[in-house]
């Protein structure tokens, strides 16, 4: 709210300039966000917060003021020419709906001159951002502003047989606004009505029918009190936020009514003329009297931790009307341990009810930077989350792969979600999004990862190495469920081409190296098996799967994907790199690394050297290197040390159908050096197995 | 030329006194440096020159061992075993000094031609990077840690009841102004996206009895239309404690050191009064402007402070929703955008920045 330093001037004798006045609200809890200067002087940009609807109006601001400075209120009493008819008798008030509306009064104006407003008042009204419309409608605003309580003021004239009925709307009623917009309104809806039709909706606008124009002559003031809640859930449904509604919702004070009707008929008098008739109509049905509450000492000590002088705390309350009474048997003995001051609740703060609500009063005003700072005793151990050791690893090993992490936001677009999803997973839906493409919260994390590649390859960044650790996410049975993955995407140059080595595309071994670097994480016992997947190129694919804790056979539980971009949805999404990409469950992945950290143990170096045989295999189409492994390994040689793939061709001297695969096989004892007949057994036990299981030759060389 | 005297006995040469003896060692060595003195220092003949003397097989020095040391009698042998091992000394000694010697000269001289040019790049391998918000993260955590506090995360996917109603924001409350929600479709419990990560708050104190002292890490959600500082998701980290004793002298305490911890040993803390429906008394925490210390400028809006986050005392109406004694215990909370707190840190001004994932950004923060 834009706050006047000389209207507050007006309330309060403060003398203060306003930079200086700036950090003093501010640190009162009305934070000031900057000062302008206009016409009519310097203006602050006070942030209210949601609790304190009577800081919207300069003579609130100018209470809390005057409890920063300890100055005395100036009094507020609007002088009156009252006629001799009485209000009672040109107007009748009638609330229906009490629950709606808790205080309704009218006054009444006879022969106004409706006109343009003095400069004063225009300038004013400027200065703190609203246009100036006619005097009338003018010193309604300016009375809001003022007192911060909503008003607004009907041409009597065009209410039918001139009475008020407060009530709700009726079904399908309808009524064109201030604002020239036709609405349909609903029966949880507080209308204000003359006898026939609404001609406002209570609290927020004023109806179009029944507006103040220059022609109108006599008026009927509205000041009344609506319930918040009400007054929010109609401005919410149809969408219209008034500086009323903002006011009401909050909560008005019900006691201002009537004062701030009378300031408006004291300015009405003064700047439109006219006759104010007699008195005011005021239907009343839900007054309130403020509860009495308590302030003590030691819950004071207890909440803040150090303790704020009697002469202070009883200022503060009283300079912010709470008027406080020591009750306490101690009266007398000041600074007493045992001190409690009843306080009243006054009728604008209907958010203090509580002790700690005056606690917190006392703190603001006495300063928050009075109080001494000190560290919270410690009386558990902290704790990490139960993985981080295990993620810190797999992070850092990433990294040093040349990963770059990424972090997104889950909220995706659905078509793009659905081409990744699962068949069957019900996806989380936003059923209220701001966009399309983010309608959905994301199944997979590799919708995310096929979005980062394609904005890196559509700014010309086209050798990547990305991973994100994140989460998807699905209903089950309509619960929520959120699983964390770890999501790999890689496309472009492995190795970029330098002054000493050359290029190289990346490739799925490059992915399935990687994959296996982490996999030496978790214990190295991982297992790639063949699966399909829709949107992953079929020949280029495979799932990983960890042996199974829960059972003691070799069955291994499969915890991610990965593999190559399905080419037409390569296409689809326009992207002409080869796209490789990995998704991983970290659940069981941080497991089972956690646990792989545990058991692993110290194997004594070897004291003999080892000895590697190659062997040139000849095999048939679809025999796999893990074949040629396991029929090795069935052997039982206890000297086997390492198996791996050498060289691997198709063509040439090689007939169709068949492959070659140079296997080296190293061996190596903990008890002497090989000899070469040893070694000589070994081959032949070895080339007879294969032989034998896979019908492998060994290639002429 | 004379034949070499290497290849017969010494007492075929004569030599049967100690003084002969000498005296043919000492022919010998004259003849060494005589050699080296020729062929020593020239780098194609020194190797050779090193075999006549030295070489295993046939070196002067094993010949000498054949032939003058092992068939030496009796009463020769002391004088013969000394006279070798001199003559070995030196030779050995002498041909390793020429040969050092022309190692460095080979060395000084291929420098000249092989010397490298150190402005050229080496191979570097390119390692990845560490995503800016969660080196913030790892840092905001490592700071609470330092100071007793413990690390738990929450769903994303919410219930109304944890998000708003247990923290005291029921509906039609305007604090819900600021908190525009995406709710789920479909699901049984009118899910939403939870708007900050204080629903944590109410999960960990159902589920321990106090003392409580927790972070909570993790990703929000508002329906806010993105500009440069607003996105539909950024990062918060939430803190708690509860206690029998803990005082807003604590609270204070804890925000100063972790301002402090954060932006630098001269950072100051400015507690300025505000409002949360589950705190009481609230504030909001400003920390002395990192850009020009206080004295004002265009960050701050010369006002000298930039706020930093939200805090204050647990309100005691939260401690109703968990069973807790209000009246017993005490706490505070606080919750703060990581995002903004990077953001800040780096002077980065457009917050979707963070997560569109430009390599070229991520570099930068490596």
């Excluded at chain 2, 204080?198 to 972070?215: A, L, Y």
Aim: charged share 25%; aromatic share 8%; glycine share 8%.
């Amino acid at each position: 709210m834009r706050i006047l330093y000389n209207w507050l001037e007006e309330f309060v004798d403060f003398q203060a300039p306003p930079a200086e006045l700036r950090t003093r609200l501010s640190l009162a809890g009305i934070a000031i966000d900057s000062i302008e200067d206009s016409t009519a002087g310097p203006v602050l940009d006070a942030e209210v917060t949601a609790n304190r609807p009577d800081c919207l109006g300069h003579y609130g601001l100018a209470r809390e003021v005057a409890a920063i400075y300890r100055r005395p209120m100036k009094p507020l009493q609007p002088k009156l020419l009252e006629s001799a008819d009485k209000a009672a008798d040109a107007t009748r008030v009638e609330i229906e709906s009490p629950d709606l509306c808790g205080r309704y009064t009218a006054r009444v104006l006879i022969g106004v001159r409706v006109q343009p407003s003095p400069d004063w008042l225009r300038q004013r009204l400027e200065a703190i951002g609203q246009n100036s419309i006619n005097n009338v409608v003018d010193i309604s605003n300016y009375v809001m502003f003022e007192l911060g309580h909503p008003l607004h003021a009907f041409d009597l004239d065009r209410l039918a047989e001139k009475r008020i009925v407060v009530r709700r709307a009726r079904p399908g009623e309808r009524m064109r606004t201030l604002d020239g917009v036709e609405r349909t309104l609903g029966p949880d809806m507080c209308v204000i009505a003359d006898a026939s039709r609404a001609v406002a909706i209570g609290g927020v606008l004023g109806g179009a029918e029944s507006e103040i124009g220059f022609a109108s002559r006599n008026l009927l003031i509205e000041s009344a009190w609506f319930d918040p809640i009400s007054v929010r859930r109609t401005s919410k449904a149809l969408g219209l936020r008034t500086e009323a509604s903002y006011r009401f919702e909050r909560g008005a004070d019900p006691e201002m009514a009537e004062l701030a009707s009378r300031r408006a008929a004291e300015l009405i008098q003064q700047l439109a003329g006219g006759q104010l008739l007699a008195g005011v109509v005021d239907v009343y049905p839900r007054r309130e009297v403020g509860p009495a509450i308590e302030l003590s000492r030691k819950e004071l000590l207890r909440v803040i931790g150090d303790d704020i002088p009697d002469r202070e705390i009883e200022e503060i309350l009283s300079a912010l009307g709470f008027h406080p009474v020591r009750k306490d048997t101690h009266r007398g003995s000041a600074g007493s341990i045992l001190a409690v001051w009843e306080c009243r609740q006054p009728s604008w703060r209907r958010d203090v009810t509580r002790g700690i609500d005056l606690i917190e009063e006392v703190a603001r005003h006495y300063g928050y930077e009075k109080f001494p700072s000190r560290l919270p005793a410690a009386r558990q151990p902290a704790k990490r989350l139960p993985h981080t050791g295990a993620l810190d690893l797999l992070g850092q090993r990433l990294i040093a792969l040349g990963y770059q992490e990424i972090v997104t936001i889950p909220l995706v677009d659905r078509r793009r979600d659905e081409i990744f999803r699962s068949p069957g997973a019900v996806p989380a839906v936003i059923g209220n999004p701001l966009a399309e493409d983010a309608s959905v919260m994301r199944s997979s994390g590799v919708v995310s990862m096929v979005a980062a590649l394609e904005w890196n390859l559509n700014h010309g960044q086209r050798n990547l190495r990305l991973f994100e650790m994140g989460k998807t996410y699905e209903l089950r049975k309509g619960e929520p469920l959120e699983t964390p993955v770890l999501t790999l995407g890689a496309t472009g140059l492995a190795r970029e081409k330098s002054l000493y080595e050359t290029s190289r595309q990346f490739g799925f071994a490059d992915l399935k190296g990687d994959l296996d670097g982490i996999g030496r994480l978790a214990g190295g016992r991982w297992r790639w098996g063949a699966m399909t997947k829709s949107w992953l190129n079929p020949a280029r694919a495979g799932e990983i799967g960890i042996p199974d804790p829960s059972t003691a056979s070799s069955s291994c539980r499969p915890i991610g994907v990965a593999g190559e971009l399905a080419r037409k949805i390569a296409d689809q999404l326009k992207l002409r790199q080869e796209i490789f990409l990995a998704e991983l469950r970290l659940e069981p992945l941080l497991e089972a690394v956690r646990e792989a950290g545990v058991l692993r143990k110290f194997e004594p170096l070897p004291r003999f050297p080892a000895v590697e045989r190659d062997f040139s295999l000849v095999l048939a189409d679809g025999v796999t290197f893990t074949q040629v492994v396991d029929a090795v390994c069935a052997l039982g040689i206890p000297e086997l040390r390492s198996i791996e793939a050498a060289d691997l061709f198709r063509g040439g001297q090689i007939p169709s159908g068949k492959f070659s695969l140079m296997i080296r096989v190293a061996f190596q004892s903990a008890e002497a050096t090989l000899t070469d007949r040893q070694i000589a057994e070994y081959s032949s036990q070895i080339l007879g197995a294969l032989e034998r299981e896979l019908g492998a030759t060994l290639r002429a060389s | 030329m004379t034949t070499d005297p290497t290849s017969e006995t010494l007492a075929e040469l004569g030599a049967t006194s100690p003084e002969a003896v000498r005296e043919k060692f000492a022919v010998l060595q004259a003849r060494f440096d005589a050699d080296i003195a020729r062929r020593g220092s020239d780098a194609d003949e020194q190797p050779a020159l090193a075999a006549e003397w030295t070489g295993r097989k046939a070196g002067a020095l094993t010949r000498i061992a054949e032939h003058w040391l092992r068939p030496a009698p009796a009463e020769l042998k002391r004088v013969v075993g000394q006279e070798f091992q001199k003559l070995k000394a030196h030779v050995e000694s002498v041909l390793e000094q020429k040969r050092a010697e022309l190692d460095a000269r080979a060395e000084a001289a291929s420098a000249a031609l092989d010397r490298i040019d150190l402005s050229l790049p080496g191979v570097e391998r390119r390692v990845g990077t560490r995503h800016l918000v969660r080196q913030t993260f790892d840092e905001l955590i490592g700071i609470f840690l330092s100071i007793g506090f413990s690390v738990v995360e929450g769903p994303e996917i919410e219930t109304p009841y944890y998000n708003f109603e247990a923290l005291g924001i029921p509906e039609h409350h305007p604090a819900r102004d600021n908190m525009d929600t995406f709710y789920i479709d479909g699901s049984r419990g009118n899910h939403l996206l939870r708007t900050h990560t204080s629903p944590m708050q109410i999960r960990t104190m159902e589920k321990q009895p106090p003392p409580v002292r927790i972070v909570v890490p993790g990703k929000v959600y508002r329906r806010d239309n993105p500009d440069a500082t607003h996105g539909y998701m950024f990062h918060q980290i939430e803190g708690l404690a509860v206690d029998t004793d803990i005082t807003f002298c604590d609270f204070k305490g804890t925000v100063e050191y972790f301002v402090r911890e954060f932006l630098g040993p001269k950072a100051r803390t400015r507690l300025r009064p505000s409002y949360f429906p589950f705190t009481e008394p609230s504030a909001e925490v400003d920390a002395s402007c990192h850009v020009c210390g206080g004295s004002g400028c265009r960050i701050c809006k010369f006002s000298g402070w930039i706020e930093l986050f939200g805090a204050g005392m647990v309100n005691p109406a939260v401690y109703g929703f968990v069973n807790y004694d209000a009246e017993k215990l005490s706490g505070f909370a606080f919750g703060m955008g990581v995002d903004r707190l990077a953001m800040m840190k780096h002077g980065i001004t457009e917050l979707p920045l963070l997560f569109g994932n430009d390599v070229r950004f991520l570099r930068q923060f490596p």
